[in-house]
């Protein structure tokens, strides 16, 4: 199976900065989407953001302006930046793929990291 593995997640102070990572097990033969996702506890987990095959990206409301998607096809791994934190983004983050693999061309995997936590203190 085709696994995705988080880093990044800490503590940091309000208005400081994080980036996660999120590396596929194996190399990516092509991807439909990727993404990230976040959990507050009592809350509904949402999309953060996302990227598209044609490298698209989309923002929630909440992060445009703050967050960056990025994609590095060469290290099969993609990245959230994470700028200008506020408390409110305190949330367990996951990273999502739905990706195909050389081994397997035409079957999709739709894959979920481990989650990483992102404390933000005031």
């Known amino acids: 199976q085709v696994h995705m593995v988080e880093s990044g997640g800490g503590l940091v102070q309000a208005g400081g900065s994080l980036r996660l990572s999120c590396a596929a097990s194996?190399?990516?033969?092509?991807?439909?989407?990727m993404g990230w996702y976040r959990q507050a506890p009592g809350k509904q987990r949402e999309l953060v953001a996302s990227?598209?095959?044609?490298?698209?990206?989309n923002y929630a409301d909440s992060v445009k302006g703050r967050f960056t998607i990025a994609r590095d096809n060469a290290k099969n791994t993609m990245y959230l930046q994470m700028n200008s934190l506020k408390p409110e983004d305190t949330a367990v983050y996951y990273c999502?793929?739905?990706?195909?693999?050389?081994?397997?061309?035409?079957?999709?995997?739709?894959?979920w990291g481990q989650g990483t936590q992102v404390t933000v203190s005031s």
């Open positions: 194996e190399s990516i033969f092509s991807v439909r989407t």
């Open positions: 999502n793929a739905i990706i195909s693999v050389p081994r397997y061309q035409n079957r999709w995997f739709n894959v």
């Open positions: 990227v598209n095959s044609s490298s698209t990206a």
